[in-house]
């Protein structure tokens, strides 16, 4: 008996890949339908944003620790004692740009995009969604469309505030390795530009959405109890991670490095 053929591999990604892309077309659709869940996205700004300020806080910090340290560490080894005040512009560049973007993005996944997942999951299982259709209402509009618009507003905004904090960890580092504070600032301040903070910015914003959606995209998927919640969690978390780091690669790729006007 000949055995039964499976779909090819990327049918199948093409297929999610699909489904994502409706969804986020119809939680950006809802933004423009009335009413709006005003509550819904009050709570979801708290959640999303003042909620993560502490482990974005302890990520940040580190991140600047460790990248001043080895900044430091570069330019004493490869051009000389005396050249590591020259580095506050590399390790600026380097967070606001690429590092910081990132380790809050992955952050953020790890505990908003699981917490979609397993919050929307367990709506699903319980019939929550269904009761939602019977109402009239829309689970997308009611549910995706809010944590959508939160994740954008605040991802960029927990971005510059981690790039200030691990900018302030690399200087404190610096400086307590005896480099020369004023040069330090002076050539931070002089080489980084404005473009360069609006970059890590606008790929905050990015990566904000394909947390959202990809969360909620597999909360709504989720089947078969509480293990379906849990594989759905995981799977936001893993599949949102790649994502970040994917798009991480080509917003730089496509985002001019200078901006000229």
């Given at each position: 008996?000949a055995?039964?053929?499976?779909?090819?591999?990327?049918?199948t990604?093409?297929s999610?890949?699909g489904?994502?892309?409706?969804?986020?077309?119809?939680?950006t659709?809802?933004l423009?339908?009335k009413?709006f869940?005003?509550e819904?996205?009050l709570?979801?700004?708290?959640?999303?944003g003042?909620?993560?300020?502490p482990v974005?806080?302890l990520?940040?910090?580190?991140?600047?620790?460790?990248?001043g340290?080895?900044?430091?560490?570069?330019?004493h080894?490869?051009?000389?004692?005396?050249s590591?005040?020259y580095?506050g512009p590399?390790?600026?560049?380097g967070?606001?740009?690429e590092?910081?973007?990132i380790?809050?993005?992955?952050?953020?996944?790890?505990?908003?995009?699981?917490a979609?997942?397993?919050?929307?999951?367990?709506?699903?299982?319980?019939?929550q969604i269904?009761?939602l259709?019977?109402?009239?209402?829309?689970?997308?509009?009611?549910?995706v469309t809010?944590?959508?618009l939160?994740?954008?507003?605040?991802?960029?905004?927990l971005?510059?505030?981690?790039d200030?904090?691990?900018?302030a960890?690399g200087?404190?580092?610096n400086?307590?390795?005896?480099?020369?504070?004023?040069?330090y600032?002076?050539?931070?301040?002089?080489y980084?530009?404005?473009?360069?903070?609006?970059?890590g910015?606008?790929?905050?914003?990015?990566f904000?959405?394909?947390?959202?959606v990809?969360?909620?995209?597999?909360?709504?998927?989720?089947?078969?109890g509480?293990e379906g919640?849990g594989?759905?969690?995981?799977?936001a978390?893993?599949?949102?991670?790649?994502g970040v780091?994917?798009?991480?690669?080509?917003?730089?790729?496509a985002?001019?490095?200078?901006?000229?006007?």
């Amino acid at each position: 008996m000949a055995s039964e053929s499976k779909p090819f591999p990327f049918s199948t990604l093409f297929s999610q890949v699909g489904q994502v892309g409706l969804l986020f077309g119809r939680a950006t659709a809802g933004l423009f339908r009335k009413p709006f869940e005003k509550e819904n996205f009050l709570q979801q700004l708290e959640d999303i944003g003042v909620r993560s300020l502490p482990v974005v806080s302890l990520t940040a910090a580190f991140g600047g620790l460790v990248f001043g340290l080895q900044t430091y560490i570069g330019f004493h080894r490869f051009i000389g004692p005396g050249s590591e005040a020259y580095g506050g512009p590399v390790i600026s560049l380097g967070l606001t740009k690429e590092l910081i973007p990132i380790l809050v993005g992955l952050m953020i996944t790890g505990r908003v995009g699981s917490a979609m997942a397993a919050e929307i999951g367990t709506m699903k299982i319980t019939e929550q969604i269904d009761a939602l259709y019977s109402l009239g209402a829309d689970p997308v509009r009611y549910l995706v469309t809010p944590r959508l618009l939160a994740s954008v507003i605040m991802m960029p905004i927990l971005v510059l505030y981690g790039d200030i904090i691990g900018i302030a960890c690399g200087y404190i580092y610096n400086v307590m390795m005896g480099v020369n504070q004023h040069i330090y600032l002076k050539n931070t301040l002089l080489y980084l530009e404005f473009w360069d903070v609006v970059t890590g910015l606008i790929k905050a914003a990015v990566f904000g959405g394909v947390i959202a959606v990809i969360g909620c995209w597999q909360g709504l998927e989720a089947r078969g109890g509480a293990e379906g919640v849990g594989r759905a969690a995981t799977r936001a978390v893993v599949v949102a991670s790649i994502g970040v780091l994917i798009l991480n690669f080509f917003l730089s790729k496509a985002l001019p490095a200078d901006l000229v006007l």
